[in-house]
């Protein structure tokens, strides 16, 4: 998508897409604009109940709500965990030389992480690993104005019904977990509803799991495909959160968010009226040379690197923090355990087939084993 994103910001920055009937804003300050600016463009597009799709004052209590569930000391005490699931992962593929690095490390070990916070028991983890999937596709196709396939639309249903029955044992028997928290906690006077409380589980599930999958697997195929950007980091390993950042602007996860417009607005020499459908092409801001120098260079050592990978503004990304501790232990332990890591050459990389997500489906490599 990126040369298409380049002719964009050079010919039409703020563009209205005819078919789609939204418009489409391409550079980084505009996006800065739109995201900044919650109260003329409404993130109100659904049915309201997950937060992402709310607007002030009801986000921002729900928000903070949450947001007690993300803290970095919390998120600094999960670490231990997140590494050990990663070395168990690795433990399996380690005498094969060989791995899937989605299948079987970006794919399992956010989702792992995503039903330890949630409180999942962990004989619950593989169907719950199932479900996502076809969740996070049933969104995607909502989002995207479609009808989600019924096959998908069943795998909700199941996940609904297992968040339900879970949500139901917690209020019963509250435990101090996340769940348990929700459940106490109130917005305007008022408990959550059992439904709030199920939709903010499934947006933990929806926003926190394929984007990291897809940042871990975006950051380490960059590295191969980038070798001198690969030695520098081998010889100075302090440079792995500078080359997570810079992989998170150079190939973003998640390319594009929608807002409504909720009053006559000008962007870029263009009249928006109240009412219409906003797109913001976070990923071609990120390319975007007024904001970046050398934006199409990939550079492990870029310093001030303020991307828009986790948005801006009110709904900023809570679980920003978490997803880079995952992606840092992962690429950290990978490295240091298994070396000469190169594409394996017999079996070709799978590109994610999605416009809303930038990723890899299978990402096939092989190694030496250094330990
Ligand atoms: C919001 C990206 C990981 C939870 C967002 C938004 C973006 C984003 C772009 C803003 C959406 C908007 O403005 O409409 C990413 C990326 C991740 C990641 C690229 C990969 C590392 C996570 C994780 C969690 C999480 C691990 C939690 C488990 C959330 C929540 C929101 C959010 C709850 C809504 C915040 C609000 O509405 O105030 N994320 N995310 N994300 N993300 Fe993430």
């Known amino acids: 998508p990126y040369p298409h994103y380049a002719h964009m910001r050079a010919t039409a920055p703020v563009h209205f897409n005819d078919t789609l009937q939204v418009w489409e804003v391409y550079g980084y300050h505009d996006i800065q604009t739109v995201l900044g600016d919650a109260k003329t ?29 993300f803290t970095s000391k919390v998120i600094a005490d999960l670490e231990p965990k997140v590494q050990a699931i990663t070395e168990a992962l690795l433990d399996r593929v380690e005498a094969a030389g060989r791995m899937d690095l989605v299948k079987d490390l970006a794919f399992p070990l956010p989702v792992t992480v995503i039903a330890e916070l949630l409180g999942l028991p962990a004989a619950d983890h593989d169907k719950f690993k199932q479900w996502s999937i076809p969740a996070i596709r049933a969104a995607e196709m909502e989002l995207m104005g479609q009808v989600p396939a019924p096959e998908f639309v069943a795998a909700v249903d199941e996940l609904d019904a297992y968040l339900a029955r879970l949500i139901a044992s917690r209020r019963d028997h509250p435990t101090g977990d996340l769940v348990s928290g929700l ?8 408990r959550l509803t059992l439904p709030e409380v199920a939709s903010t589980c499934r947006l933990l599930l929806i926003a926190g799991f394929e984007t990291t999958t897809n940042l871990i697997g975006n950051t380490l195929q960059l590295l191969l495909a980038h070798p001198k950007a690969l030695r520098q980091l081998e010889a100075d390993p302090e440079l792995l959160p500078s080359a997570i950042e810079e992989a998170l602007r150079f190939n973003t996860p998640f390319q594009f968010f929608a807002r409504r417009a909720t009053r006559d607005v000008e962007l870029g020499g263009q009249l928006i009226r109240a009412g219409q459908q906003v797109m913001t092409f976070n990923a071609s801001g990120n390319r975007d ?83």
């Open 183 to 190: 459940l106490a906690a109130e917005v305007d006077g008022e």
């Open 289 to 371: 040379e007024s904001a970046f120098p050398h934006a199409d260079r990939f550079d492990i050592t870029r310093t001030a690197n303020r991307h828009l990978s986790f948005g801006h503004g009110i709904h900023y990304c809570l679980g920003a923090g978490l997803g880079r501790l995952e992606a840092r232990v992962a690429l950290s332990t990978l490295l240091r355990r298994f070396g000469q890591l190169r594409l394996d050459e017999g079996r070709a990389a799978e590109p994610l087939q999605s416009v809303v997500l930038f990723g890899f489906s299978s990402l096939p490599v092989v190694f030496e084993t250094s330990e």
């Open 41 to 69: 463009f409404s993130s109100d597009l659904s049915d309201g109940k997950m937060m992402v799709f709310m607007d002030p004052p009801r986000h921002t209590q729900f928000r903070r709500l949450v947001a007690r569930a």
